[in-house]
């Protein structure tokens, strides 16, 4: 349905530099990205920690609990919306739901970019043109260098070695359509700016890839 909106954007009275004084560091976007069982999630959780213990305020946004709420399947709201509703806004797993899926989350991380937070987000994310538009959000509301881009390039057979929720059995069987890596495309990220090798080093030594790269790139307090 189209409507004629007309909205306007409002600049706020306390910038996101006058946060970002106050919290002593800049804000900014790790966007983790790779096959499922890849360790997104695990790795981000370690950086999290890290972050957090230096004095960094940080968000983690992780896959798995977004698609619990702001971007529930159509499954999970019928438990509190009409069924025509929940088919209208709930998200699966096609190639459109997915990059709705990205757009909006690439939108929440953008708010807390703006907060002067250091936001961590683990999604699949398997299209380049969806990570794109949220480097171009990010990047257009703050500066070059906000986004950062870390892939967490696991083989897909040590992810399947791992599938610790068993979706790469039930994929392989055909009970799951449409799997990443199985029967769905995941475009390896063409230039992150964090290549982390997944299957080789432990979560505390990527985690600490990552840390390094923030460093390096002057994104951390000088200590
Ligand atoms: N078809 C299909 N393809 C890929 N993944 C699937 C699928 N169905 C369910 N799952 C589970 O959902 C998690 C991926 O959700 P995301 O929101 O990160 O996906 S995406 O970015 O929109 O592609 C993913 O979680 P992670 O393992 O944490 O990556 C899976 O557990
Ligand atoms: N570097 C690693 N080495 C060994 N096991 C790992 C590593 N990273 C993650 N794992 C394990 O792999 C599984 C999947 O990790 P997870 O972080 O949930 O992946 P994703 O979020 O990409 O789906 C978990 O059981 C986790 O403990």
Redesign the pocket.
Known sequence: MSENVEITWHDHHVSRTDREKLNGHGGGVLWFT??????????ANAVDGKLHQMGIHTFLLDGDNVRHGLNASSKILEESYSPEYAQRFGLGFGAQDRAENIRRIGAVADLFCQAGVLVLT?FVSPYQSDRDAVRRIVESSGSAGDFIEVF?DTPLAVCEQ?D?KGLYKKARAGEIKGFTGIDDPYEAPAKPEVHLA?GD???DQ?ADQVIAHLREQGKLPQV
């Open positions: 790779g096959l499922s069982g890849s360790g997104k999630s695990t790795v683990a967490v791992r610790p997944g080093y432990t979560p990527l």
